[in-house]
């Protein structure tokens, strides 16, 4: 492959987010007609590097070449006329217009300068074709289409954009199986057409099918480029793991299997993304979700906080049935619960409001006097919590978004404690925050399930699964695959549940 | 072509179900006032109808534009009243001299649409504040013209535009109609009317998709100008005589959202059409006529406007039903 130029390529790329870097001298390249698989832990820098590949976001250094020329891809639309083209995880779809509109969205076919409706359905109708969804009428909105239609509508709309370059970002989480294989046959046809293919996917066996080549990730740095078959399995893993523990966790107290069961989840399902699970949570204990990004683990913790409609199965608290139909109900169970979410800024927190505001507003009945809210008794709740948590805050009347991303959350944890939650539901709550603050929030949940909380802990941090929790279930593609606990904890088999290769599979 | 015309008709009542029944409202409300009306439907009753409703639905069009982006636009009303002023001083003399005047009109109106979008593209501002200042800033240049009601429009233009033709047909409609063929329809099938509809949907994946994001803004709040200027000389002509009123202009850009609503349009952007807005206004001016020939006090008209109103946005309120994750309630 030395003897020809690459059609893509990256030059000592580097891109920092804040003081954070996502990608460090990154050097990539990309061929006509060759398949290459991006591999790498979650935040590992692939997103950041598909995004600037094509066109979504600026390199913080370095440069980007097409066929040998630089170039600077100022939006995507630049990065497509150049024929790198992305089908992006988080669908760039328009739900309120037609397939036939979304497939031709940028050069529909014109008749007298105004768009043909007749032509675009009817192009609408082979790019259909093409990708085997017939079933799909070109004049359906996107919106009334199920997510792993949509999915094919996006590779459609891909290849109408005629790619020189494809690149596919966990194109296939969503398909059934019957789709795959149309992808992957569309993907071949690409390749022998002489299109250039990236492709991200977390599944090994998806790789081993279709790459030529493979290239390893982690924190931000390429590690290795190979071609298919001269690294084993278990030394791909390796490489994506590599990296050494540096956090110190607090001590795991003794395993005790006669503590009662906080929480007792039996079959629970919800569409695709929460399939036939089942566990127990017993108090004192704090368990994990592990599994790689997006495998069910949110709509989980958001199913047991009663936000998901017409979840199937059943839960009980503290050995009493509940249903959940929201968030107040949850905090009323038998024992109360506490959802502390994956976006702070969104659904943790009043941004604008104060600190004081925010620490209260789920705790309020609590606080309530003869008239109305009882500010000492107010005052005294927040200044535990601030002692507690070691919030560093101006004032207790600073807006909450004057505040660093650390004792934001803290914030957020703040506002739960407050509410004495008996079952603590964790999501993703050390996402983008420092490390002293991340060791803070390790000590405080021990602390919580020592005190006898239940404690349910999702994260995309391997390691900090590892350190914290005492079990942790891995799940994939909305089961559970796998629980691990004791001295089978370890980030080996982690990856490999998480990644769906372990034991079971690798004897078949 | 498997499927072929039927299913293709199945999916146009569908996207088209909003706008279906507001027309449906509107036939059946007309109905009841024509066939109340002590002199039934003569040309004079629909002319007189049809030059009051169809000032709100221009009005009503142009903020369709902005709402379809996701936006909205508070100064359509106070163009509206603007370029009746600016008409009322403009559109004057011979006949050349005044079809001069609209041209001119037209163009101010547009220029005033323009520079909402380009505060919004470029200045980056909520477009409900932008064109809560700026409309206040077109009414205080109405006030400037006309300090106090009057001027002297061209009539020949007037009368010809109010009137009917042949005897029968409301010239307004017909003038309606002309701006659906002549603006609306191409726009629609324009790349940037498209572009409008992606923007409204979902602007950040019409930005990844390569959708020109910031044209299709800029082209919707122009129109809009536009549009509420053609609204403006349709109020000239029916007057023949311009007047800066503060109760106008607000009347006219609450009513106009409202007539977007009842037409099917979407305030959350991505799905409506103009079309609807012209049945909505419809729907909003007989409301009126019905109230008088019922003998009904006139005081009672916001009272079943509201009513009207809360009917219309509880039809689009049954999508809740489907929610699974309730997070999405909220988005």
Redesign the interface.
Known sequence: MTDRNPYLELKRISKRYGGIAALSEVDFSVYAGEIQAVLGENGAGKSTLIKIASG?TDPTEGEVLIEGRPVRFR???EA?RAGVVCV?QE????????VA??LS??D?P?WG???D?GAQRDRARALLKRVGCEDV?P???VRDLPLSRRQMVEIA?ALGRDPRILILDEATSALTADDVERVYAIIRELKASGVGILYVSHRMREIEALADTATVFRNGRRIETFRKGDRSVDAIIEMMIGREVTHQYPDKPAPRPDAPVALKAANLS??REIQDVSFDLKRGEIVGLGGLDGQGQRELL?GLF?????VSGSIAVDGKPIALN?PRKAMRAPLPMALIPEDRKT?GLMLPMSVRDNMTLAALPRLLGRFGIDSDKENAAVNGMLERLRVKTPDLDAPVSALSGGNQQKVVLAKWLMTAPGIILLNDPTRGIDVGTKQEIYRLMRELANQGAAILFYSTDYAELIGCCDRVLVIYDGRIRRELAGEALNERNLLQSALNIDGAEKAA | MS?GTM??GR??I??NAGVLTAVVLFAVMFTLYVSNHSAGLTPAVATTAANKAVLLALVAMAQTLPVLTRGLDLSVGMVFVMTNCIASAIVVGSVGEGLLGVVAVLAIGALAGFVNGAIVVWGRLQPIITTLATGAVYYGIALFIRPSPGGDVQSDIADLLTGQLFGTVPAALVVLLGVVLVIWI?YR???LG?AA??V???EQ???????PVQRAKLLAYTLAGLLAAVGGLMLTFNTYSGEASAPIAGAYTLNSIAAVVIGGT?LF???GSAIGSIFGAFVLRTIEDLLFVFDLPPLWQPLFQGVVLLVAVSLGAFRILR?????ELFT
């Open positions: 979504v939006n995507p639309t497509m992006f669908l760039s779809l328009l739900p309120e217009l037609t509109d979304n969205i940028v529909p014109k300068g105004m768009i409706a009428h004049l359906e909105l709309k919800w569409g958001l009663g936000v998901l409609k017409g929201g659904e | 499927g299913s293709n999916y146009w569908a996207h191409p099938r324009s790349v498209r509809y992606a409204g949907s979902n994946a019409a930005y990844m998709s390569g959708v979407s952007g991505g799905w929610v699974r994750n309730r997070l």
